[in-house]
């Protein structure tokens, strides 16, 4: 596997380590592009990744100016290029790690709520225990006002029910698909999203 490339703002072109085998699935270049570009300015805003991996996405992120992120892994390995990744960006000050297994992770991360961008990138067959996850942010009162959560799956799983929130988008490229949740009642109702070339 290809080392990532951080792909535009202050970091661009930058490689990322990932952690050999396959635990990690770091989301594919073409894919982070195009959420990227849906996802518009996102200066200032705090993150929240979940099932953080290599952070390829919240590194992302702060390249493109976040001012803070929450980053949820427990694999040794991946934990490992985390810091090391986080250290030659120069953003440890940006970056809390929380190294526990979700769910028992969300206690410490959301003592840096309220966060305004969510990503939550399972295992694909891990899709449910992950809705429960984002349900559980939404019982502890993490979200910020406008806040928008980024949930990964498989293009052949429907987007999985999740109290409190709301689908607003959803974009398929590929095996890969990425539904767009917001808090409450201001989710799009109609066409379920669509499909990239």
């Not at 396959?22 to 996102?42: D, H, M, S, Y």
């Not at 200066?43 to 390829?56: E, P, R, W």
């Not at 961008?117 to 406008?146: H, I, M, N, Y």
Request: charged fraction near 25%; aromatic fraction near 4%; glycine fraction near 10%.
């Amino acid at each position: 596997m290809s080392a990532p490339r951080v792909i535009a703002g202050a970091f661009r072109g930058r490689s990322l380590k990932v952690p050999r085998g396959a635990v990690t699935r770091p989301t594919g270049a073409r894919v982070r592009e195009a959420l990227f570009n849906v996802l518009g300015n996102i200066t200032g805003v705090k993150v929240l990744d979940l099932y953080a991996g290599s952070g390829a996405l919240a590194f992302e992120a702060l390249s493109r100016g976040a001012a803070h992120a929450v980053l949820v892994e427990h694999d040794r390995a991946a934990l490992t290029c985390i810091r090391e990744n986080a250290a030659a960006l120069g953003v440890e000050a940006r970056c809390a790690i929380v190294p526990l297994p979700l769910p028992r992770a969300l206690a410490q991360a959301t003592q840096h709520a309220p966060f305004d961008l969510v990503f939550c990138d399972p295992p694909w067959a891990d899709l449910r225990a992950a809705a429960d996850t984002l349900e559980d942010l939404v019982r502890r009162c993490a979200l910020g006002s406008g806040a928008r959560l980024v949930l990964e799956h498989s293009a052949r799983d429907d987007v999985p029910r999740v109290s409190g929130l709301e689908p607003a988008d959803r974009r398929v490229w590929g095996d890969t698909a990425v539904a767009l949740l917001v808090p409450g009642d201001r989710g799009l109702s109609g066409e379920e999203g669509r499909t990239e070339p």
